[in-house]
């Protein structure tokens, strides 16, 4: 079982960058796809990225393509989000999330959750 903290998040202006982390717990983190997703305020969870478990296969949404990177470290047990050109519109709260298998942009297919952290993106 893997247990995940993100951390990263705060308020920002536009125009910024900020990079988020998410801390694994446990052996197993190098053998599950990961993914980020966020969620506005009285909006669903949407995908943001997801990387397969070697960093092979990477995913991103569209509104978020070309500004923000997902990466990992497995010997560090530690998923990334590094988030340029930041704008209003990518205020939320960003979670983390692992699951078994090949990496999936359906928040249903993700087992495992962070608590979240808030981005605050001020214009």
């Known amino acids: 079982q893997v247990h995940l903290v993100e951390s990263g998040g705060g308020l920002v202006q536009a125009g910024d960058s900020a990079r988020l982390s998410c801390a694994a717990s446990?052996?197993?983190?190098?053998?599950?796809?990961m993914g980020w997703f966020r969620q506005a305020p009285g909006k669903e969870r949407d995908f943001v990225a997801h990387?397969?478990?070697?960093?092979?296969?990477?995913s991103y949404a569209d509104s978020v393509k070309g500004r923000f990177t997902i990466s990992r470290d497995n010997d560090k047990n530690t998923l990334y989000l590094q988030m340029n050109s930041l704008k209003p519109e990518d205020t939320a709260v960003y979670y983390c999330?692992?699951?078994?298998?090949?990496?999936?942009?359906?928040?249903?297919?993700?087992?495992?959750w962070g608590q979240g952290t808030q981005v605050t993106v001020s214009s």
């Open positions: 990387i397969s478990w070697g960093g092979s296969i990477i």
């Open positions: 999330a692992a699951k078994q298998g090949r990496p999936a942009t359906m928040r249903e297919h993700y087992e495992l």
């Open positions: 446990g052996r197993a983190f190098s053998t599950y796809a």
